[in-house]
């Protein structure tokens, strides 16, 4: 998250909603950064991720929930509650496959790109059995799980909406927009966000000749520092796909669409606002 008590703004950073890049361009405002990690106990392995109280369970400080925030920092809560707050949603089963993605890179070492399809797949039926048992017995998922942490549990307290500003990842120029509104009587320019994407992920279309180019790093940037930049961006994407391109027809598939529809159901709901306009505060 980020909060700033002079501009009265806070961005609620949703895991797996474009909020890396998002920050790029806001963390400027952030008045209180790191602090609330002083004096914590740091994962071992894992950066920002802590144990927010002696015998509490490690939280990636990244994402934490109101839920959390109530519990354990109650004075930034006060402060996103008395700020403009502002948020970015997602579709939930596009979502879900992200997170899927995201899991398996992080913590597994493994590439989407490089899985046989039966194997992401054998992943994501795995990976959806734990998930189910873990929503259905806690409201906290444990820090290797977080960017499975329903987005509701980020914007509503107790059933009541706090975040007031919410928008979905297909309105970033209305989101865009808005911010730059708030910051105008600043005299405040916000970078554009498509000009950072900071967090975008690729795959290759082609392995083989992605294999060659990067077993010849010396002729490839050679190539790059020659040809016309019309000409890259027409071998980039000729070289290079979305990995949400990819991955979009499993996202609609009746396994993924179920699990949604039983374990996300305020997701959606939130998700159904901001498409209808009606999520805008």
């Keep these: 998250m980020i909060v700033s008590d002079t501009y009265h703004f806070a961005f609620i950073h949703i895991p797996k909603c474009a909020g890396t890049t998002v920050r790029a361009a806001l963390e400027q405002f952030d008045e209180r950064q790191d602090e609330i990690t002083r004096g914590l106990t740091a994962h071992p392995s894992r950066p920002f991720t802590y144990a927010p109280a002696p015998g509490?369970?490690?939280?990636?400080?990244?994402?934490?929930?109101?839920?959390?925030?109530?519990?354990?920092?109650?004075?930034?809560?006060?402060?996103?509650?008395?700020?403009?707050s502002f948020a970015v949603i997602r579709d939930p089963h596009e979502r879900l496959?992200?997170?899927?993605?995201?899991?398996?890179?992080?913590?597994h070492g493994l590439a989407v790109e490089d899985l046989p399809p039966a194997r992401f797949a054998g992943a994501l039926d795995e990976t959806l059995a734990q998930l189910g048992d873990l929503l259905d017995a806690r409201d906290d998922l444990p820090f290797d799980f977080v960017h499975f942490q329903p987005q509701a549990d980020y914007i509503l307290l107790d059933g009541t909406r706090v975040v007031e500003q919410l928008f979905g990842m297909n309105q970033?120029?209305?989101?865009?927009?808005?911010?730059?509104?708030?910051?105008?009587?600043?005299?405040?320019?916000i970078a554009p966000f498509h000009l950072i994407r900071?967090?975008?992920?690729?795959?290759?279309?082609?392995?083989?000749?992605?294999?060659?180019?990067?077993?010849?790093?010396?002729?490839?940037?050679?190539?790059?520092?020659i040809l016309p930049k019309s000409l890259k961006k027409r071998l980039r994407g000729a070289l290079y796909q979305e990995r949400g391109d990819a991955l979009r027809d499993l996202a609609q598939s009746p396994t993924v669409r179920g699990f949604v529809a039983q374990h996300y159901a305020r997701d959606l709901e939130l998700w159904a606002q901001t498409q209808e306009?009606?999520?805008?505060?």
């Excluded at 509490?56 to 403009?84: C, K, M, N, Y």
């Excluded at 970033?172 to 320019?189: G, N, Y």
């Excluded at 082609?206 to 790093?217: F, P, S, V």
């Design 56 to 84: 509490v369970a490690f939280a990636d400080f990244h994402h934490l929930t109101l839920g959390q925030l109530q519990r354990w920092f109650p004075a930034e809560l006060a402060r996103i509650e008395a700020s403009r």
């Design 97 to 107: 496959i992200s997170s899927l993605s995201q899991r398996l890179k992080q913590f």
């Design 172 to 189: 970033m120029a209305q989101f865009q927009a808005a911010i730059a509104a708030h910051f105008a009587p600043h005299d405040i320019t």
């Design 198 to 225: 900071e967090n975008t992920s690729k795959s290759h279309r082609y392995k083989a000749l992605h294999r060659l180019m990067t077993a010849n790093e010396g002729a490839t940037r050679t190539a790059k520092a």
């Design 277 to 281: 306009g009606a999520g805008h505060g």
